[in-house]
């Protein structure tokens, strides 16, 4: 199963611990799904999803002021009795002293915030749903082109890397080469991501291993891009036919998302990057609402209904 250390959590949104007395190298969080524990502290337990991260605000922060101190010691103790990862207070509001002090016995890490309510849950719902989605790692490569994320496949050594390293050169970026780690972070989203190990290097037969960071400079790498279009590379076949139109959109699908995909045919002479080029920005003008095969169709009707009507008034 998927998890991301608090550790990690604390790093990258820039919480402070108000309890750095505890171990929390150990503490996982599982599930991208956040809550307020005002029912809780209201006394209603049933349903109670401890295991996610909890998150006060300044309602909940109110509410606990408001309470008389022997009902306060009974709130605490029932909620930070369960096994809860962490508890974030939101705005820079800090809990009372019993508050800690319970948190402490049991073991419940304290972290805050600055930040709002909404906002703070907003950007860490978001950043966990990337981090703990399903995830696959599949041979190609993954470039940024004109703001469309292009994934290239194809057998080894046809030309991927190469293709890539051309796209680089004319002002693209580089996502990973080699292997891509796809993570379903919706039903209509996969994001592609290097490996740590990998992450901006090209290997290129014959010349060996390329920092395409220091080569090329920041410019032309990016850490995580969504996959929008795949090219699928394959050597030329001249008894297949291949699609000259391109009236209806062939699929290929990773973690049940289906991704428009191109079967490209190789042979020498054929320029990959000008056609990756061109492949997003095709599907850049049919999300926009542009379809250059249906225009064309669309002509080629016209074209055949004003001649038929032509032959009609000359008979």
């Known amino acids: 199963m998927a998890n991301v250390k608090l550790e990690q959590i604390i790093e990258k949104m820039k919480l402070e611990n108000l309890t750095p007395e505890l171990d929390i190298s150990k503490i996982k969080i599982t599930q991208p799904d956040i809550n307020r524990p005002a029912l809780q502290m209201a006394g209603y ?10 998150v006060i605000g300044f309602v909940e922060y ?6 008389p101190e022997a009902r306060k010691r009974d709130v605490y103790n029932r909620l930070l009795s369960c ?6 207070f939101c705005r820079e509001l800090k809990p009372d002293e019993l508050f800690m002090e319970t948190a402490i016995e049991n073991k419940v890490p304290i972290l805050m915030t600055k930040k ?14 990337v981090k703990l989605a399903p995830c696959i790692s599949v041979h190609g490569v993954l470039v940024d082109v004109f703001g469309e994320g292009v994934l290239i496949t194809g057998e080894s050594g046809i030309g991927k890397s190469e293709a890539a390293l051309e796209l680089i050169k004319r002002g693209h970026r580089l996502v990973t080469d080699d292997a891509v780690e796809i993570r379903k972070v919706s039903d209509d989203t996969l994001v592609g991501s290097a490996p ?18 220091t080569l090329f400079g ?9 996959i929008d279009l795949v090219i699928r590379l394959e050597d030329w076949d001249k008894e297949k036919e291949y699609d000259r139109l391109g009236l209806e959109e062939e699929y290929t699908e990773y973690l049940g998302n289906k991704v428009v995909c191109h079967n490209i045919p190789i042979r020498p002479g054929r320029n990959l990057a000008i056609i990756c080029e061109s492949a997003a920005i095709n599907h850049r003008q049919k999300k926009m609402g542009y379809n250059a095969a249906q225009e064309l169709y669309r002509r080629v009707q016209a074209s055949l209904t004003r001649k038929r009507d032509e032959d009609e008034d000359d008979d």
């Open 62 to 67: 109110t509410y606990m002021e408001g309470l």
């Open 116 to 129: 709002a309510t909404s906002a703070f849950m907003a950007e860490i719902i978001r950043w966990l749903n």
């Open 83 to 88: 096994e809860i990862p962490a508890i974030v």
């Open 218 to 226: 920041v410019s032309s790498v990016k850490d995580t891009q969504n």
């Open 196 to 213: 740590d190990i990998t992450k901006h290097f090209i290997e290129l037969r014959g010349i060996g291993i390329v920092d395409v960071k």
């Open 45 to 54: 337990f049933e349903h109670f999803e401890a295991t996610r991260l909890q």
